[in-house]
């Protein structure tokens, strides 16, 4: 991870603002999650992507009853289904 080189102070409430040339950069919108990580010493803000609650895969998550699945555990457990009938 390379550093951006941008200092900024948190307000009152806790808050920081993010600086308009990175919120470009990184195509964050006014109202987009951020997911809030803390790995040692280091807090992390990155873009939320949805993660499968199964296996954990990012690609192809889409919604299902409030929970996120990706399309390989959908397919698996279409086919459970379909063995059980």
């Not at 920081?16 to 951020?34: A, F, H, T, W």
Request: with cysteine.
């Amino acid at each position: 991870m390379k550093p951006a080189g941008v200092v900024r102070k948190v307000d009152q409430l806790g808050r920081i603002v993010l600086p308009k040339s990175l919120r470009k950069r990184y195509q964050m919108n006014e109202g987009d999650p951020v997911e809030i990580l803390v790995s040692g010493d280091h807090i992390i803000l990155e873009r939320y992507r949805p993660r499968c609650v199964f296996c954990g895969s990012m690609e192809l998550v889409s919604e299902f009853r409030e929970r996120h699945i990706c399309a390989e555990c959908l397919g698996e457990m279409q086919l459970l289904k379909q063995n059980k009938e």
